[in-house]
């Protein structure tokens, strides 16, 4: 049986922002329960690295600092996804004195009034929360929390990477950049309004970004100052030992997704518990839920992409041959030196993903 070495777990779906992402959807407004947390960690000893990230904001969860608490006494390592709103003196006092491995803020521009058409909160706000995180982590002389930026790319936000990552370098984060395109898995891309479906990106230019990502020497840097750091995030252990073309998906070989009720998932892009669920983390024998997820990675090692995977990129990934995979890399090489040269199109504006606020009365 695999091992179980990586969790991500979601404390709440409330959120203090209202985004693009989830506008016009009906989000239930809950908590996990303290008690609740507590049981899954009982029901999972190995773990070694745990997130907490979801559909909410979750240091919005009243008690979020008592959970990360228990896993430092646990000794097991914490990082955490964050719109970077909350990130107030106290908040950053406690994250820094705990050990939290890493805090990624996520972002999409760098514009104010882009940041808000797409987040719905001010983008002053955040950058006033990264500031004081990075203060109280000099203040006290450590390593730790380091502190990156998690970007959703949309199609109207694709220029906007240059001044994300003069961003970057003008505060002094030192977590890395993690760009992810917006989910064409169909189970996760119905969940998003009609407006945010429209700012995904189609296959060819999702295998641009990647090659861009491969080939952008800020990114390179970046990423290079990151490693030569002792610190290591939870999608930086996760993801060490993925190799495409191998037929394995590292959340299939080490990781699991507990949702807000206990509920998990082979990872946090699969939202359709009813089908795709693995069981109740707490309430459900973890050896039945390992063994759910262990068929999962059978499937993939004979080259059958499970269903609940379908439109993820991890698999698809996982399942290309050697000759894919160089098609792959020169098509995507070939296109994005082409669109260099090429004189740029206008482009078509489909931002903002929110709708316009209504007209303040006096």
């Known amino acids: 049986m695999l091992p179980l070495r990586f969790l991500q777990i979601e404390p709440t779906t409330r959120c203090n922002f209202t985004c693009g992402f989830c506008a016009g959807r009906s989000m239930p407004q809950k908590d996990l329960p303290l008690a609740q947390f507590q049981t899954l960690l009982s029901a999972a000893p190995h773990v070694e690295h745990v997130e907490l990230q979801g559909e909410g904001e979750s240091l919005l969860h009243p008690q979020v600092l008592d959970m990360v608490a228990a896993l430092r006494a646990r000794s097991i390592k914490v990082s955490l996804i964050t719109n970077g709103s909350l990130l107030g003196p106290d908040v950053a006092d406690k994250l820094t004195a705990l050990g939290?491995?890493?805090?990624?803020?996520?972002?999409?521009?760098?514009?104010?009034?882009?940041?808000?058409?797409?987040?719905?909160?001010?983008?002053?706000?955040?950058?006033?929360?990264?500031?004081?995180?990075?203060?109280?982590?000099?203040?006290?002389?450590?390593?730790?929390?380091?502190?990156?930026?998690?970007?959703?790319?949309?199609?109207?936000?694709?220029?906007?990477?240059?001044?994300?990552?003069?961003?970057?370098?003008?505060?002094?984060?030192?977590?890395?950049?993690?760009?992810?395109?917006?989910?064409?898995?169909?189970?996760?891309?119905?969940?998003?309004p009609q407006a945010m479906q429209n700012q995904a990106l189609s296959q060819d230019e999702v295998d641009e970004l990647w090659v861009k990502f491969r080939l952008d020497r800020r990114l390179a840097r970046i990423k290079k100052n990151k490693e030569r750091l002792a610190v290591r995030g939870f999608y930086d252990e996760l993801m060490a030992s993925f190799v495409p073309g191998k037929r394995r998906c590292p959340w299939l070989d080490a990781g699991l997704y507990v949702n807000h009720q206990g509920q998990t998932t082979a990872c946090c892009m699969i939202k359709d518990t009813t089908r795709h669920g693995l069981g109740q983390l707490g309430a459900d024998p973890l050896a039945d839920i390992l063994s759910r997820r262990q068929a999962m990675a059978d499937e993939l090692a004979r080259g059958v992409l499970p269903k609940a995977c379908e439109g993820c990129e991890l698999g698809r990934f996982a399942l290309m041959n050697r000759f894919q995979l160089v098609r792959f890399a020169l098509l995507g090489s070939l296109r994005t030196w082409i669109k260099r040269w090429k004189k740029p199109s206008k482009p078509v504006r489909r931002l903002p993903v929110l709708p316009p606020s209504p007209p303040m009365h006096k």
Request: proline share 5%; hydrophobic share 35%.
């Open 100 to 192: 939290v491995e890493k805090v990624s803020v996520s972002m999409e521009s760098a514009d104010p009034e882009t940041f808000q058409r797409i987040r719905g909160g001010k983008f002053e706000k955040v950058l006033s929360g990264l500031k004081t995180l990075l203060s109280a982590r000099r203040t006290k002389g450590l390593d730790r929390p380091i502190v990156g930026l998690s970007i959703t790319v949309l199609k109207d936000t694709q220029a906007a990477l240059p001044h994300l990552l003069s961003l970057y370098d003008e505060l002094g984060l030192d977590g890395g950049v993690t760009l992810q395109p917006l989910s064409l898995m169909p189970e996760y891309q119905k969940n998003y």
